[in-house]
């Protein structure tokens, strides 16, 4: 067996694999390196896996520089934090109402927040609710309250809650406790595993999301991180399509420097990176139970 | 992924009479309570936009409102606009080949890469492998398109850069819209495959290792078994992934397509989908008429294919529909 081991198809399989990881990892260095690198050496030499010469400029002038990117950190940090500790609440509050026994009416509500899933009235109406009856335009809370209330994150957590022997529920009832208390004191505490995960997916996709800025939000200063990443890409983009070479020179002497470019891409991925144990563990975990009985 | 919806187990009592229903639902006030932030949440951002379908019938008028707006004239003045567009045939068409693209490439990937980390038995190779394939799942396209940046752009591109100093001429990513379905392609494979492993990975576990050992006896290479064991027991997880993407076939993820596209209109030929079409009709060209007729369509053909993948797929298995 041990000759088996290192047969030429289990060396291709490590190889291809590797390759396959490998390639996952590099532009993550290349960012990190064009990060670092001066500004002379990208325009000389492009963009490489180590920096020829470490330079530190770029995030100095990314936190000194530039309020605009600070406010931008501040937004999203705003809006993750508060758009997962609401969802968390109003997801997990549906969740018990769903999954409570003692109600009759209790399907009626899992149906009503079925729909939602199957049906969706695409981005135009949504759009025009959104900015003529809600008026969310140019408000934080258009980043933070179209995705609040998610029904798929409140079956799954319900699902949780129904494993729970309904004793307990009874006990803390014959001891005098109101539902809300049960739900705030009893239910939430045990049910903790299966919240830490969908807090996770919650605020990823808050701290991700740029889709509602860029529908919502023209004013500079509620710019979240990535649609400030997303302008700073565009620009140049539009340098490429535009064949007017004035065009071309006149923004080129105003539009930030590759590196700064890089260094914003690192301080905007910076946090998932440093969660990403964490993120990983529960992800896999909770993926696992939407696969099995979500 | 089964949504429950259960059956009450109440329904042996006698029928309800209307002050008996009333008295449940008082009697279970907090409950009703505590329910009423999603219920609301829900209304005005997924009710109310289903209700404001009707603006595809609609001649829009900002100040009046959705339902306040006239009716168009003829009533489906929005569509027969629509359907003269070359842009609005090309979005169509481009959603449902890309999209077809991505599931069947995907789906190589995915239990391709299942089946070769389960041959893996070194558990640090193992787990570090698979730390980093699922890395890029945790980032935003936007970032995504940073890199592809990075890697395409004309002038500093890593790989321009290659192709030159081996003496051929630079591409120009950026204009060329035919280089572009495979572009995503790879895109997506490298944003997702590590995402979309560990489901198949899962289901490679939990198959039941006397299988293997029977094959090994009988003198099954580890190509055989993996033919013959491996392979017809992913099955039934690889019908329903694919359904469930079958069903979501119209609807484009206008995340990526806008994070690596954007505005690059010598793109659109290959690029553009109903998703970002939409999207431009609304908020660039202010058409709203069309727009809405577009997302009109797309929300029923939606509709009816989740529909009917749900049935396929609790027919092939009932645990495996959505409901």
Redesign the interface.
Known sequence: MYSK?YSI??IG??A???L??????L??I??VS?SLSTEKD??D????LFPRQVSFDSYRILILGSHRIVDAYAISVIVTVVGTVLSL???S??A???A????????A??????????????????????V???ELKDTIWAMI??P??N?FN??LIR?FM?SMPEDLHESAKMDGA???RI?AQLIVPLAKPVLATIGLFIS?NYW????LG??FVDKQELQPL??L??TL??N???L??SSNAMDIQRIASQLPS?SI??AL?VV??GP?IFL?PF??RY??KG??V??V?? | MKIVTGAGSVSTRTRLKSNGVIRELVRNRTILLMFLPAAALLFLFNYLPLAGLVIAFKNFDFSKGIFGSDWAQPIMNNFDYLLTSDSAYRAVRNTILLNALFIAVGLVFEVGLALLLNEIRNKYFKRITQSLTFLPFFISWIVVGVFAYNLMNFESGAINRIIQSLGFAPIDFYSEAGLWPAILTLAVRWKVTGYGTIIYLAALTSIDNSYYEAASIDGASRWQQTWYISLPMLKPTIMILTLLAVGRIMNADFGMFYAMVGDAALLFPTTDVIDTFVYRSLRKSGDIGMASAAGFVQSIVAFVLVLASNYVARRADKDSAIF
């Open positions: 081991r198809g289990r399989i490590i291809i694999i590797s396959f990881s490998l390639s996952c990892l532009p993550f290349m960012v064009g990208i325009m030499y492009g963009y490489s609440l109003v997801t509050m549906a018990y109402a769903m409570r026994r003692s109600f009759r009416y209790r399907n509500l899992s149906i009503y927040a079925i729909v939602t899933i199957l049906f969706n009235g695409g981005l135009v109406p949504w759009y025009i609710i959104c003529r009856y809600l309250l179209p609040l209330a029904a409140m079956f699902n129904m109101g539902e809300f739900y990823l991700n999301d740029w889709f860029l529908m990535q649609l990443l997303r890409i565009s140049v983009e539009f490429r399509s590759e470019k890089m891409t905007t991925i998932i990403y993120l990983q992800f896999v993926l696992m939407g696969a009985k979500g």
